[in-house]
């Protein structure tokens, strides 16, 4: 069997793009070829503006999704993050691997002596385009300053280095850096606790046509339950939330044997409120676990932020 996956061209897509490729190559029965085809999404066209003011979710999958329904791709393999709550029609996550690090990284520059976030100095500088970091960090820290950061991982990183706009820190994702061979640039990592990470961060998701049955049959070989439950639970708190990048909203599931842990957020842009809770159960019933911690977010407060933020 020929497989063709749809992927973005950043460096860091093409790696998860291969990583992919050669576990089918290795674990999947029958399929012996499998090609790329790269596309350009909205999200790697727009990089002057920040992700919350040019629509958010789905910037970096559109044009691949619709790739995948018109056939000319037979699956594709994002980022969890970036996968909007909802799908089109017609298209499923038909795996989730194996998760990777889902903590955020604090980054300081090279040859800097600063190795943790609690020590950045009053009114420091630190990048990021991340609506839910900024909260999260402003809430602990609300001297710091946050200038926004896009562009891929190297671009960041040099932009850091430079010190353009001041910056003496950046946060990105664990997973991206280790995945990149990066993971010595990792100063240190925030805890789950100080640093709810974004629904899905770590995880590939692979989508794929949902009446695709061959594909869907060899797919099923990458699934990580674990994966699977944590994850599904997550998406299900963001579906409840309406969540996008225009919100800081943030969630992690933990499954231990039999047993699914979660924290939830939701939060102001500044960090001048936030709303958190956190809820236990089988991890079976991850589905109900999500829209259980959401309600509990939004009765307690999350509701009034949402209104205000979306007005």
Request: glycine content about 8%; some cysteine; proline content about 4%.
């Amino acid at each position: 069997m020929k497989l063709r996956i749809g992927t973005r061209g950043s460096q860091l897509a093409l790696w998860q793009a291969n990583h992919i490729r050669d576990r089918l190559l290795a674990e999947c029965e029958g399929v012996d070829e499998v090609e790329f085809e790269v596309i350009k999404t909205r999200g790697d066209i727009i990089l002057d503006r920040t992700l919350s003011k040019v629509g958010g979710k789905g910037l970096f999958i559109t044009e691949i999704e619709d790739a995948l329904l018109e056939g000319r791709v037979d699956l594709a393999v994002h980022s969890m993050k970036d996968m909007p709550a909802e799908l089109p029609p017609g298209l499923v996550i038909a795996a989730i691997p194996e998760r990777a690090n889902p903590l955020d990284a604090f980054v300081a520059p090279q040859r800097s002596s600063l190795s943790d976030w609690h020590d950045l100095p009053q009114g420091a500088v630190v990048g990021t385009s991340s609506l839910r970091r900024t909260c999260q960090l402003l809430a602990a820290r609300p001297d710091l300053k946050v200038k926004p950061l896009r562009g891929n991982v190297d671009t960041r990183l040099r932009k850091l280095d430079d010190g353009e706009e001041g910056m003496v820190a950046i946060i990105l994702a664990s997973a991206g850096l280790e995945r990149l061979a990066l993971e010595h640039r990792i100063s240190c990592q925030f805890d789950a606790e100080a640093m709810i990470p974004a629904v899905g961060q770590g995880a590939l998701a692979i989508e794929a046509k949902s009446d695709n049955a061959n594909v869907l049959a060899v797919l099923r070989t990458l699934d990580h339950e674990g994966t699977r439950y944590a994850t599904l639970a997550e998406r299900a708190f963001l579906r409840r939330v309406e969540g996008s990048c225009q919100v800081p909203v943030g969630a992690y599931a933990q499954v231990d044997g039999k047993v699914l842990t979660m924290r939830a957020f939701v939060g102001d842009p500044d960090g001048s409120s936030i709303v958190c809770s956190k809820v236990e159960g089988a991890a079976t019933d991850y589905v109900t676990l999500g829209e259980k911690v959401a309600e509990e977010v939004l009765e307690a407060g999350g509701r009034a932020i949402l209104r205000d933020l979306l007005r």
